[in-house]
C-alpha cells in the first residue's frame, strides 16, 4: 500500500480533476491520507486565476522543502493550472518538485509517478500554448480526462460534477483560463449521457454540469449539432437523477431555448450562475467580455420572463483597470437591481500572460480595491438577506447533503445532529435531522435565515386524526 495526499485549489473543474486523479491512483496501489507527511506521493491540484492562488500553492511547497531533504524518496507533483502556466518556473522555484503536469495530461500522472519511483527528475508534461501550432495540434494537446468516477472524492455521494466542456474562447482580458485550460472543445454527448448514467446507478442524484462558459456547449458530429438544452432534455430522461445544474454560464449565450428547456423539465434545477463582471460599459469594452450592461439586463428579464422564480448569481471583479469611481457605482447600481441570490466579489489580480497585462495598467491602489470588494459586498449581503427573507414561512425541498459545519466540528457519533442541504434553486437550508435523512430530499418549513444560509425544520405529516381527536378530547 503506498499513500497519497492531494490538496486542491480552484473551480469545480480542479475538484473533478482531483477526484479522477484519485480514482486512478487507486487503481495503481494508492490510498489518501490526510497529511502530507503521512504520504508517498504528494500533489498540489492548482489554480492561476488569481495571485493569491498561486501563492498559497508556492508557500505550501516551501513549507515542504525541509521534508523532502529528510524523505528524498517522496514524491511531489504540481499539477492544474499554475502548471501549465508556469511550468519550467515551479522547478527553479522549488528545485524538490518532482512532476509538472498541465491539466491536459491528468491521465499520465499514474505514469508519471511510477517513473519517479524509479528515480527520473524533473518530468514536465504540459500542453501546447495558445500560438505554438496549429489549431488542431493544440486541441488535441489538450486531453479530458474524464472516466474514471471515484464516489468518495465527491462533494457527498449524492452530488457530483459532470464535465461537459473544456476550455474557454472567450479571452476575456484579465483571465488565464483560455491559456492554461486551452481551446473550447464539448465532449461528446454519448459520453457524457454515459458517465450520467453511471453516477446516477451509483445513486447519484444530482449533477452539476461543468465548463468554463457551459451553456456555449455544442457539439457537432454526422451533421448534427448538440447544444446544452439537447443535452439536458437527454439526460432529464435518466432514472434516479433528481436534479441537474450547470455553471458557469457566459451572458451572451444565454439562449431562450435554454431558458425554455430549464422551465420545461422540470430537474432542472431553477438555478443560473451568469457572472456580469462589472456594471460599467467602458470597464466591459475593457474586459473584452463581448456585451453591454444594455444587453445583461435584456438577458435578466428575458430570465424572469421564462423562469420567474430562478436565482441567479453573478460574479463581479473590482478595480480592474482604469475603473472610475462612477463605474464601480455602476457595478454598484447593477447589483442593486438584478438582486442576485449571491455574487462572488474579486478583487482585480494582474495575470502575466493574458491581453489585460499587456495593454492596461494595473492602476487602481489595492486600500481602493479593498474598500470596493467590502462595499459591493455588503450591498449584496444585504440584497441576499431580503431575498431569503421572502421565503421564511415557507415549505422547501432540501436534499440533504450532511452534517453541517458546527456539527462536523463537533464530530460527535449522535444520530441526532445538525444537517445542511441544499434547496431546488441552490439556497443552504440548515436544520436539525437525523443521520438516517443525509441523501434524502425532504420537505423543511423554514423559519429564520442570514444572508448566507436559512434554517428550519423538517416537516413531519403525522399529524393524524389520532393527534386532532387528542386536542378535542382535552
Ligand atoms: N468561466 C467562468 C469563470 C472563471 S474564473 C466565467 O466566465 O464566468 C471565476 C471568476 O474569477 C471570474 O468570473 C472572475 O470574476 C474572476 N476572475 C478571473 N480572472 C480574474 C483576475 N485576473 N482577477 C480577479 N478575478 C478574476
Ligand atoms: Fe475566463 Fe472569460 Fe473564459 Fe470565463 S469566459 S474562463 S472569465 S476568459
Ligand atoms: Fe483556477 Fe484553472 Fe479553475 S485557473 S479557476 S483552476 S480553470
Do not use: W
Not at 72 to 101: N, T
Not at 185 to 199: C, D, F, K, N, Y
Amino acid at each position: 500500500m503506498k499513500y497519497l495526499y492531494i490538496e486542491t485549489v480552484g473551480c469545480q473543474m480542479n475538484l473533478l480533476d482531483s477526484e479522477m486523479v484519485v480514482a486512478s491512483l487507486r487503481k495503481h496501489g494508492y490510498e489518501l491520507v490526510p497529511e502530507p507527511t503521512a504520504a508517498d506521493t504528494i500533489l498540489f491540484n492548482t489554480c492561476s486565476v488569481r495571485q493569491h492562488a498561486e501563492d498559497k500553492v508556492y508557500s505550501a511547497l516551501g513549507r515542504l522543502r525541509r521534508h523532502k531533504e529528510k524523505f528524498p524518496q517522496k514524491i511531489i507533483g504540481v499539477m492544474g493550472c499554475m502548471a501549465q502556466k508556469d511550468q519550467r518556473l515551479i522547478f527553479e522555484r522549488a528545485p524538490y518538485v518532482d512532476i509538472v503536469v498541465g491539466p491536459g495530461q491528468l491521465a499520465q500522472i499514474p505514469e508519471l509517478v511510477a517513473k519517479a519511483e524509479q528515480g527520473q527528475r524533473e518530468q514536465l508534461v504540459v500542453s501546447l500554448g495558445r500560438r505554438d501550432g496549429s489549431a488542431a495540434e493544440i486541441r488535441r494537446s489538450h486531453e479530458t480526462f474524464d472516466p474514471l468516477r471515484d464516489p468518495s472524492m465527491r462533494p457527498t455521494p449524492f452530488q457530483a460534477y459532470l464535465r461537459i466542456q473544456i476550455g474557454c474562447d472567450k479571452f476575456c482580458t484579465y483571465c488565464i483560463v483560455p491559456m492554461t485550460r486551452g481551446p473550447e472543445q464539448g465532449r461528446p454527448p454519448e459520453q457524457i449521457i454515459a458517465e450520467a448514467r453511471v453516477l446516477a446507478d451509483q445513486g447519484c442524484k444530482e449533477i452539476t454540469l461543468l465548463g468554463q462558459t457551459v451553456n456555449s456547449y455544442r457539439y457537432t458530429a454526422g451533421g448534427q449539432t448538440t447544444r446544452l438544452a439537447d443535452l439536458l432534455g437527454a439526460l432529464h430522461d435518466i432514472d434516479g437523477l433528481e436534479r441537474l445544474k450547470f455553471v458557469t454560464n457566459y451572458p451572451k449565450d444565454m439562449t431562450t431555448e435554454l431558458l425554455t428547456a430549464v422551465r420545461d423539465l422540470p430537474k432542472c434545477s431553477p438555478y443560473l450562475h451568469v457572472p456580469a463582471q462589472s456594471g460599467s460599459n467602458a470597464v466591459l469594452e475593457r474586459m473584452k467580455r463581448g456585451y453591454t450592461v444594455e444587453d445583461y439586463r435584456d438577458m435578466m428579464s428575458r430570465i424572469h420572463e421564462t423562469l420567474p422564480h430562478a436565482a441567479i448569481s453573478s460574479d463581479f471583479i473590482v478595480g480592474f483597470c482604469g475603473e472610475t469611481e462612477e463605474d464601480f457605482e455602476a457595478t454598484v447600481a447593477l447589483v442593486r437591481e438584478c438582486r442576485f441570490k449571491n455574487s462572488f466579489i474579486f478583487k482585480y489580480s494582474v495575470r502575466p500572460g493574458t491581453r489585460g497585462a499587456e495593454l492596461f495598467r494595473d492602476d487602481v491602489p489595492e486600500e481602493v480595491k479593498k474598500r470596493r470588494n467590502n462595499e459591493l459586498l455588503a450591498v449584496q449581503n444585504q440584497i441576499s438577506l431580503e431575498e431569503n427573507e421572502r421565503f421564511l414561512g415557507q415549505t422547501v425541498d432540501v436534499l440533504i447533503e450532511g452534517p453541517s459545519k458546527t456539527a462536523e466540528k463537533e464530530a460527535g457519533e449522535s444520530e441526532v445532529l445538525q444537517l445542511i442541504g441544499r434547496t431546488h434553486d441552490d439556497r443552504i437550508v440548515v436544520f436539525d435531522g437525523n443521520r438516517r435523512q443525509i441523501g434524502q430530499t425532504l420537505p423543511i418549513a423554514l423559519y429564520d435565515c442570514n444572508s448566507h444560509t436559512l434554517f428550519g425544520a423538517v416537516v413531519t405529516d403525522h399529524v393524524g386524526p389520532e393527534l386532532h381527536g387528542l386536542s378535542l378530547g382535552v
